[in-house]
Each structure stands twice: as structure tokens, then as C-alpha cells.
């Protein structure tokens, strides 16, 4: 247990964050170099830029959330506003990553590019995957034909660990949208899509083969 000096400086520093009013969001996105990304902290009047809809709204509402509990973690122990924006910043830089796989820029925790990306390969391989996968779930499923496959997105699985993600595992859930504006989940409840990169590696090597043999 703390002893009373060093209780009195622990409740301080809580008082001193309270005092503080510290742009945890501002500070996160700074991470990413996305000026593009939607700013929607309650009272706040800054642009919302490109992305505005509810999954990256909600993705805005966790980053603050992870980035300003690692903040104030730190800044408790050590009372050091530098040592607690470094902290922060390598907590949020670990876990979320800018991402186009969606068809337009977000960010997005446990970006598929973190893990999944070829050296020398662009990372259309993975928006291939994501159409195949899509186009097998929905082939006779009860799924209306106004939905496309090419239409499909991915959302990070709930409960996914950096340590599952840095191990190359992250998963994800298979969505559209309706054509009510709605969510439909492609694949069901507790079934999850990844991406295979070693099948996409055979490929190339086999497109190699093929290219030394003519």
C-alpha cells in the first residue's frame, strides 16, 4: 500500500488531470497523420472531415478512451505530462493503424495492413480476399441478392488481444450493409474471417515459377 506522502502526491496528480483539460483525442490522432478523420467529441465545434460514419465514429470514441486511460496511468505514476504522452502515443501506435481496405481511409484497431502486408505486393490480395470470402457466405444463404459481395467490409472482432494481433491472428467480422442502412453479419454470430496471407505468398511463388518457365 502507498504510504500517506506518497497517497497525498497520487491524489494530486488525480486533481492535477481533473485541472488539466487535456485533447486526449487530439493528441491520439496525431499518431496517425489523419487530418481526414472525424473529430466528434461531445461539445466539440471542429471540422468532421471524411469519415463520419457510425463505425469510425465509435472507433474515435475507443481510441480516446484507451489513449487517455494510458495517459493518466502514467501521468499518476510519475507525474511527468512528457512520460505520459509517450507512454500513450506507444500504447494507441501498437493497437490502431490507418487502413484503406474499407474503400476509403480509416483508422481502425488491429489494421490488417500491421500484419498481413507483403513486402513488395500492394494490399489489394487482402480486398480479394475479403469479396471471395463474402461471395461463399452469401452463395445460397437466405441473404437478399440486393446485397453484393464487393460491398462487404470488415470490423475488428470484439475481445481481440495485442498479443493475438502481434502473433499475426487478429479477426475480424464479415459485414455489408443492408439496403435499410442496417449491418448484416455475413458470416453469424461467433464466427469470424482472417486473412490467409501464407495462400497469398503460394501464389506469388507459383506466378514466379510460372515466369522463370516461359
Same mark, same amino acid.
Given at each position: ?28 490522432? @496525431?499518431?496517425?497523420? %489523419? ?7 461531445? !461539445?466539440?465545434?471542429?471540422?468532421? #472531415? ?7 465514429? $465509435? #472507433? ?9 486511460? %494510458?495517459?493518466?496511468?502514467?501521468? @499518476?505514476?510519475? !507525474?511527468?505530462?512528457?512520460? &505520459? ?11 490502431? *493503424?490507418?487502413? @484503406?481496405?474499407? =474503400?476509403?481511409?480509416?483508422?481502425? $484497431? ?9 513486402? =513488395? ?5 487482402? $480486398? ?36 493475438? &494481433?502481434?502473433?499475426? $491472428? ?10 435499410? !442502412? ?5 458470416? *453469424?454470430?461467433? @464466427? ?6 501464407? /495462400? /497469398?505468398? =503460394? ?8 515466369? %522463370?518457365?516461359?
Amino acid at each position: 500500500a502507498l504510504d500517506v506522502s506518497n497517497d497525498w502526491v497520487f491524489n494530486k496528480r488525480i486533481e492535477e488531470l481533473k485541472d488539466a483539460k487535456v485533447d486526449y483525442q487530439a493528441l491520439a490522432l @496525431k499518431n496517425f497523420n %489523419a487530418p481526414w478523420y472525424v473529430k466528434m467529441m461531445p !461539445g466539440d465545434s471542429g471540422s468532421i #472531415q471524411a469519415d463520419t460514419s457510425e463505425f469510425a465514429t $465509435r #472507433q474515435a470514441a475507443q481510441i480516446t478512451t484507451e489513449y487517455q486511460a %494510458a495517459y493518466e496511468t502514467q501521468y @499518476k505514476l510519475t !507525474g511527468d505530462t512528457n512520460a &505520459a504522452q509517450k507512454y500513450a502515443n506507444s500504447v494507441v501506435a501498437g493497437t490502431y *493503424g490507418v487502413t @484503406k481496405i474499407n =474503400g476509403k481511409n480509416q483508422l481502425m $484497431r488491429h489494421a490488417p495492413e500491421k500484419y498481413f502486408h507483403i513486402d =513488395g505486393e500492394d494490399d489489394d490480395w487482402m $480486398r480479394e480476399q475479403i469479396v471471395e470470402e463474402a461471395r461463399n457466405a452469401m452463395s445460397g444463404s437466405w441473404i437478399s441478392s440486393d446485397i453484393k459481395p464487393e460491398d462487404a467490409i470488415i470490423i475488428p472482432a470484439p475481445y481481440v488481444t495485442p498479443r493475438t &494481433a502481434k502473433e499475426g $491472428r487478429p479477426l475480424y467480422k464479415l459485414m455489408t450493409l443492408s439496403p435499410d !442502412g442496417g449491418y448484416v453479419d455475413l458470416l *453469424g454470430p461467433n @464466427k469470424f474471417f482472417t486473412f490467409d496471407k501464407q /495462400k /497469398k505468398i =503460394g501464389e506469388l511463388i507459383d506466378e514466379a515459377k510460372k515466369d %522463370a518457365g516461359n
